[in-house]
């Protein structure tokens, strides 16, 4: 079974795109609001963006969901 911090790295390598390869359209995090310049990274789609700080939070709620569901299926 996956770690924690495993499912965490695995969401950042598989989902996380260079910035060289983000569209420029979007200037600010859909979640917290922040500027591009207010974060480290800002990840970007088509019509939305999301900061490092909020997938972290994102990456957390989805790592703890996976290990309790992992958990019930035992």
Do not use: W
């Amino acid at each position: 079974m996956e770690t924690k911090s495993e499912i965490l790295k695995r969401v950042f390598e598989e989902f996380i795109l260079p910035e060289s390869e983000q569209p420029t359209e979007i200037n600010e995090c859909s979640f917290c609001g922040k500027h591009r310049d207010q974060v480290n990274t800002l990840v970007i789609c088509s019509s939305a963006g999301i900061c490092d700080a909020c997938v972290s939070i994102a990456a957390e709620i989805v790592a703890d969901y996976f290990v309790e569901y992992k958990q019930c299926q035992k």
